[in-house]
T-cell receptor, first 109, second 115 residues
Framework: GQNIDQPTEMTATEGAIVQINCTYQTSGFNGLFWYQQHAGEAPTFLSYNVLDGLEEKGRFSSFLSRSKGYSYLLLKELQMKDSASYLCAFMDSNYQLIWGAGTKLIIKP | ETGVTQTPRHLVMGMTNKKSLKCEQHLGHNAMYWYKQSAKKPLELMFVYNFKEQTENNSVPSRFSPECPNSSHLFLHLHTLQPEDSALYLC??????????????FGQGTRLTVV
């Protein structure tokens, strides 16, 4: 079967670093995606990993280990505007996205 | 106007009403999607259209009826809904095939309340 899991909620401090984990199980895999969704707004694409390793994009980085079915999103130098939900999704063998329930990240001053 | 636009932003309807949600994309994408987003639940893919042809219908009840007249417009026709259908309905588009389908652009959504 297929499933994907990420923490429901996390809290971090402004200026700090936070790592949001995502684990998945699937027989067919075509990449791992991270999206950001601010409250009341549309999800927006953040990153895509299909090979093992770390992809860095400014303050945000995303890591993938296909053998472990594991990814994380790393946010550095946290800002208040980073308060949002972060959605993890993998693409299955039919090129359809299978979504996690999202991690609500709360940033405190 | 750019991006993906959805109307209306909010909708309250009775269980006997008929209404339609509209989505328009100005990105030149060939794939469009309807998703349902309920609180604390994963995004649920409802329908997929590629080049105006429906390619996915994830066991969605017939009270939801999609229509895709061209590659820029997508509708979701609603009739005799149930209170449990209350949710945020998101439209998205992408450059269709393969990995490109994963980089989706979403509209702001329609917050639907069924009373």
């Amino acid at each position: 079967g297929q499933n994907i899991d990420q923490p429901t909620e996390m809290t971090a401090t402004e200026g700090a670093i936070v790592q949001i984990n995502c684990t998945y199980q699937t027989s067919g895999f075509n990449g791992l995606f991270w999206y950001q969704q601010h409250a009341g707004e549309a999800p927006t694409f953040l990153s895509y990993n299909v090979l093992d390793g770390l992809e860095e994009k400014g303050r945000f980085s995303s890591f993938l280990s296909r053998s472990k079915g594991y990814s994380y999103l790393l946010l550095k130098e946290l800002q208040m505007k980073d308060s949002a939900s972060y959605l993890c999704a993998f693409m299955d063998s039919n090129y359809q996205l299978i979504w996690g329930a999202g991690t609500k990240l709360i940033i405190k001053p | 106007e750019t991006g993906v636009t959805q109307t209306p932003r909010h909708l309250v309807m009775g269980m006997t009403n008929k209404k339609s949600l509209k989505c328009e994309q100005h990105l030149g994408h060939n794939a469009m999607y309807w998703y349902k987003q309920s609180a604390k639940k994963p995004l649920e893919l409802m329908f997929v259209y590629n080049f105006k042809e429906q390619t996915e219908n994830n066991s969605v009840p017939s009270r939801f009826s999609p229509e895709c007249p061209n590659s820029s417009h997508l509708f979701l026709h609603l009739h005799t809904l149930q209170p449990e259908d209350s949710a945020l309905y998101l439209c998205a588009s992408s450059q269709g095939e393969g990995h490109g389908a994963g980089e989706a652009f979403f509209g702001q959504g329609t917050r639907l309340t069924v009373v």
